[in-house]
């Protein structure tokens, strides 16, 4: 729902706080998404690599929480755009773990139902999203409330993964020359001679 709605109203949001033109709007729209391709990266790997998923889907949904507040209450325009920044980066850093979970946890027909659960669900939520932010600046003070109450909802999502089974926190190797060690050579003739023998 955050995703989506902030997403949407980005440029707006981004003109109301800084008070930059439709150009500069527009390059000041990219960097967070620049940040974010950047994130989906560091963040994977440090996944991978932690085999810590839960915490740290938890620590990305927490920044995105985060930076919403500072975009919402910041005291100044470069303060709140650095919290739109972190906020952005980390929702987009969070994407690529959450679908490695979704994975680990469903398991032979259950991934099907879940996967179309999970789809049909953040479809769902991203239609009325945008019109809530709406609706919430028309009765607040500006953007700056519809940003609160998502970073209210951010922090609540921040809390789910630690739900989620034991299972999905794993370690996976990353380097490639460790899993070719378990790789028989066939090319070494004590190999052969072996594979011969336990073949009768």
């Known amino acids: 729902m955050s995703y989506y709605g902030q997403s949407l109203w980005l440029p707006q949001i981004l003109k109301e706080l800084t008070g930059l033109s439709d150009v500069e709007v527009s390059f000041a729209t990219a960097l967070p998404y620049f940040l974010g391709g950047i ?10 690599s932690s085999g810590h998923r839960r915490l740290v889907l938890s620590l990305c949904m927490f920044s995105t929480a985060l930076g919403s507040a500072v975009s919402g209450l910041g005291p ?32 032979g027909a259950a991934v099907a139902g879940g996967i179309a659960l999970i789809t049909g669900t953040g479809n769902l939520l991203s239609f009325p999203a945008p019109y809530f932010i709406g609706w919430v600046r028309a009765h607040t003070d500006g953007f700056s409330g519809a940003l609160i109450v998502m970073a209210i909802l951010q922090l609540f999502a921040s809390t789910l993964p630690a739900l989620l089974p034991r299972k999905v ?9 460790a899993q070719l060690t378990t790789v028989p050579n066939d090319d070494d003739p004590q190999n052969a001679a ?7």
Do not use: E, H
Not at 194 to 200: D, H, I, N, P, Y
């Open 76 to 107: 100044s325009p470069f303060l709140q755009y650095l919290g739109y920044c972190i906020s952005t980066a980390a929702m987009w850093g969070l994407i690529g773990v959450f679908w490695a979970v979704a994975s680990d946890a469903l398991k």
């Open 39 to 48: 994130s989906t990266f560091v963040v994977g790997r440090l996944s991978d």
């Open 169 to 177: 926190d794993r370690r996976t190797n990353l380097d490639p020359r």
């Open 194 to 200: 072996r594979s011969l023998r336990r073949m009768g």
